[in-house]
């Protein structure tokens, strides 16, 4: 207690949380904490393949509409390949908003932030019926990927957030770890100890 001042204890309240998607009090802390280990993983991609990360979306034709999600995945995965979309992150959206009259309908497609070119997306839509469209490059990664998952579909038994190509679990991508100051003293700078179980 020596490096601390006057001699005094530091003690740092925390809101204890189950972070899950589907959770009505925790969905937000679910929502933050994925945000950001995507970003962390994006922008290791970025740094690894010295490109911008851009924001793509990826609709899927209507006579495909009754296929399963696994299936639609595969299929969107071949149809960014075409497109020469080197990797990144997909998440699910099952539904669009109206803009008349803000009522949703279902409408499947996947938002994705990933590297590559990405060429000949009329080709693609001509020849599969694929709509792929090209928003550009994201000024903030977070901000994207946070407001994606925040209206994404969410499941029990699938991810809401997949990784393919270049920055997929398989890459061997090297990530820095997470800074965890916020759980060690400001003083003395050891590690908090948990009071109430």
């Known amino acids: 207690y020596e490096r601390h001042e006057n001699g005094m204890d530091f003690v740092k309240t925390f809101q204890r949380s189950c972070c899950r998607a589907n959770c009505k009090v925790c969905w937000k802390k679910w929502l933050a904490r994925e945000a950001n280990r995507a970003t962390r993983r994006i922008e290791a991609g ?13 609709s899927v034709p209507i006579w495909l509409y009754h296929e399963e999600l696994q299936t639609l995945r595969k299929l969107a995965y071949l149809v960014l390949k075409e497109v020469r ?16 009259d803000g009522s949703w309908y279902y409408s499947p497609h996947f938002h994705v932030v990933g590297f590559g070119w990405i060429v ?8 599969n019926g694929w709509l792929v469209k090209n928003l550009g490059i994201r000024e903030s990664v977070f901000q994207t990927v946070f407001y ?33 100051d ?10 908090l100890i948990r009071l109430v179980p």
């Open 46 to 58: 970025q740094k690894k393949l010295e490109k911008p990360a851009k924001h793509i979306v990826v």
């Open 85 to 100: 979309c080197e990797g990144g992150m997909m998440i699910f959206h099952a539904y669009r908003k109206n803009k008349l």
């Open 120 to 127: 000949g997306t009329s080709d693609e839509f001509q020849k």
């Open 148 to 180: 994606q998952l925040s209206h994404c579909a969410i499941s029990k038994k699938k991810h809401a957030v997949t990784w393919f190509g270049t920055v997929s679990y398989h890459s061997k991508l090297i990530i820095e770890k997470e800074q965890d």
């Open 182 to 191: 916020f759980k060690k003293c400001r003083y003395c700078k050891k590690k």
